[in-house]
T-cell receptor
């Protein structure tokens, strides 16, 4: 069985600062992928970044990067130079053979 | 290219009524999914269809049925709605099921059961 845990229900960051959102997971799959999705107030789910578990190199997409610690089963998201538009719910997800398991989400507030 | 579309966007039902949520995708994806989102619970998988002609239960299938009408369309039916089914429902699709395949989501349907 797969589980994904996001232990921070809510986080705040000052505009232009850096924030890290935490995610831990557990899976029995040997081949899996990890995702971060953003859900702004519009409710639309948007892919932020994806990490292949077999790759040691951390994924990066512009201001978004991950810290993937496979042995610790940890997959945190770092947002640099935070902007007001980054305010949203962020969901961590893990994919297995057919399905995806999501965490409960972290609400990120960006303070001007 | 509309991506994943869902109808309706909002719906209010009375306990015991039935309804069908419609989902369609125009990305030629093989796999489609139905989730529900509740406060503090994240997204939970109701049913999925890994490919046309197949459907499987997810984490919370009780009270729901699905139909993969064709490759494009995947509907979710509530036969006898209950207040516990008040939620936001998302449809998603991916090229293939699981693995590295990114899911693309519809805009969601907010359902209230009185």
């Amino acid at each position: 069985a797969q589980t994904v845990t996001q232990s921070q229900p809510e986080m705040s960051v000052q505009e232009a600062e850096t924030v890290t959102l935490s995610c831990t997971y557990d899976t029995s799959e040997s081949d899996y992928y990890l995702f971060w999705y953003k859900q702004p107030p519009s409710r639309q789910m948007i892919l932020v970044i994806r990490q292949e578990a077999y790759k040691q190199q951390n994924a990066t997409e512009n201001r978004f990067s991950v810290n993937f610690q496979k042995a610790a089963k940890s997959f945190s998201l770092k947002i640099s130079d935070s902007q007001l538009g980054d305010a949203a719910m962020y969901f961590c997800a893990c994919s297995g053979t057919y399905k995806y398991i999501f965490g409960t989400g972290t609400r990120l507030k960006v303070l001007a | 290219n509309a991506g994943v579309t869902q109808t309706p966007k909002f719906q209010v039902l009375k306990t015991g009524q039935s309804m069908t949520l419609q989902c369609a995708q125009d990305m030629n994806h093989n796999s489609m999914y139905w989730y529900r989102q509740d406060p503090g619970m994240g997204l939970r998988l109701i049913y999925y269809s890994a490919s046309e002609g197949t459907t499987d239960k997810g984490e919370v299938p009780n009270g729901y049925n699905v139909s993969r009408l064709n490759k494009r369309e995947f509907s979710l039916r509530l036969e006898s709605a209950a207040p516990s089914q008040t939620s936001v429902y998302f449809c998603a699709s991916s090229e293939l099921a699981g693995g590295p395949n990114t899911q693309y989501f519809g805009p969601g349907t907010r359902l209230t059961v009185l």
